[in-house]
């Protein structure tokens, strides 16, 4: 490979010869060749969202040439474009706080910005510096956390689209199963009749609730402490330079930021990130509680509920014929834990912030994104290939609330809880109908009201196990005003 000279406040380095980072991004690949991951492109675009910005600021403001300025903004928009995407290649287990990071982008924008100033990467003198220029009036301690914080609101709007096609999806299986009746379960026992579509419409409330809970977080991640450069007091920056890059950054994105009112706090707190790392995490929670419905319900089907049909996308057995598993379901599943356990590592990281930094700002920014890029594909994929298709198996439902001896329970009223329960033990025992057991102790006289003690009658019985559905609304059924 040919190699051209790079050189940084530590000396000369070779640097391959087409590659437009320079001697510090090259250090960090030589120091830290930990893992295979590296940083997402919410993240890339966001750091050189930064640096357009901060060139135009600062050429603005008369502190950057003109000419150099717009080099570094257009090149920071090829950036920001992913057309330079080879030339970030690190991982974001190095440095702490970001450092190469923040260098790797300074040196990448650079190297570019002299091209386009007609400069060959192989000369010795370039007009722009990344230090002096792309970095001016910043430090990797503000630009880092500020970059996380614009990532978050590059990817939200998927995200959140994302859950509104699956409430959306949901809510018309919610319409579509309602005149389905079916046996409830808690415990993963026999429970009170409920419809399939309180099912489903359940489901879809819980996923609003979540949207919600991230738009909500969403929102203090919009606070930015953009110019507190190094430790939160602004050195090298001009006094108008925070209150311009959040206006010109809303010019450039429309992500309506704001300051944070206190730059010091936002370089050494990480608990905007933390909470939104949080909504996502109890997103993951639930969606892995409808992923493990869905394959309950759908369990079987000839051995299980089999009270829905996922749709079949792919043979499910390598060796046993026409087996159809819920894989969608299963992938979700598995999207959830690993959100969960980057969800862990953004907390521990977060809470490792000591004095004016948190260090572990790399390692944050990855999980977090990488969190909210598989959460949305994987929502995209479950709402298209698995809800949308769901057909639900009446017959089988409706068979099992036959069986359900649990809907003594809309007698309590009548009978009282305690001859319910007999009722219900009887009728499972002689696997019997409750309203056979109770026909056969009205026949005896042994049925009474529990309040006045007069003797139950057949018909009382069948007013209120008559329409199950009707136990689906809630209510006093079978007394006065029931």
Not at 331 to 355: I, W
Request: hydrophobic share 45%; net charge negative; proline share 4%.
């Amino acid at each position: 490979m040919s190699h051209r000279i790079e050189k940084d406040s530590m000396g000369e380095l070779q640097v391959p010869e087409d590659a437009l980072w320079g001697a510090q991004t090259q250090r960090a690949l030589q120091n830290f060749p930990i893992s295979t991951l590296k940083q997402n492109h919410a993240f890339i675009y966001s750091m050189a969202l930064i640096k357009r910005a901060a060139a135009e600021v600062n050429r603005d403001l008369g502190l950057l040439d003109p000419k150099i300025a717009d080099a570094i903004a257009q090149a920071a928009q090829e950036v920001m474009d992913d057309k330079h995407a080879a030339h970030f290649q690190l991982n974001p287990f190095q440095a702490g706080a970001g450092t190469s990071h923040n260098m790797n982008v300074n040196e990448v924008i650079a190297n570019r910005a002299n091209q386009i100033l007609g400069v060959q990467l192989t000369d010795a003198k370039k007009p722009v510096n990344p230090n002096d220029h792309v970095n001016m009036a910043q430090s990797t301690n503000d630009t880092i956390p500020t970059a996380i914080r614009l990532g978050v609101l590059y990817r939200l709007d998927d995200l959140l689209k994302a859950l509104d096609a699956l409430a959306d999806a949901l809510q018309k299986k919610s319409v579509e199963f309602d005149d389905i009746v079916k046996s409830g379960r808690t415990h993963l026992q026999d429970a009170v009749p409920i419809r399939m579509g309180q099912e489903f419409g359940g489901y879809a409330q819980a996923i609003r609730n979540d949207r919600e809970r991230i738009a909500t977080a969403a929102e203090r991640v919009r606070r930015l402490g953009i110019g507190g450069t190094a430790a939160g007091t602004g050195l090298n920056a001009h006094p108008e330079y925070h209150a311009r890059m959040i206006r010109r950054i809303n010019e450039l994105t429309g992500f309506d930021v704001r300051s944070s009112g206190n730059l010091f706090e936002s370089m050494q707190s990480m608990a905007d990130i933390a909470d939104f790392s949080a909504a996502l995490n109890t997103l993951a929670v639930t969606l892995t509680r409808i992923a493990n419905d869905f394959r309950l319900l759908a369990s079987g089907p000839t051995t299980g509920l089999d009270e829905i049909r996922l749709p079949a996308v792919q043979p499910g057995s390598s060796i046993m014929p026409g087996k159809v598993n819920p894989v969608l379901a299963e992938m979700l599943n598995m999207v959830c834990y690993h959100v969960m356990g980057n969800n862990l590592t953004v907390q521990l990281a977060s809470a490792a912030g000591q004095l004016e930094l948190n260090v572990m700002m790399p390692i944050i920014a990855y999980d977090l994104f990488m969190a909210m890029d598989i959460l949305t594909n994987a929502i995209n994929a479950f709402t298209t290939k698995c809800v949308v298709g769901i057909q639900a198996n009446r017959e089988k439902a409706e068979g099992w609330l036959g069986k359900n001896v649990i809907i003594v329970t809309a007698l309590n009223p009548v009978i009282g809880y305690l001859e319910g329960a007999a009722i219900a033990k009887e009728a499972m025992a002689k696997n019997k109908s409750v309203r056979e057991i109770a026909q056969e102790k009205i026949s005896r006289g042994e049925l009474k009201h529990v309040n006045t003690g007069a003797p139950v009658t057949i018909q009382e019985v069948d007013a209120v196990l008559g329409d199950l559905r009707a136990l689906t609304e809630g209510g006093v059924h079978g007394v006065s005003g029931g």
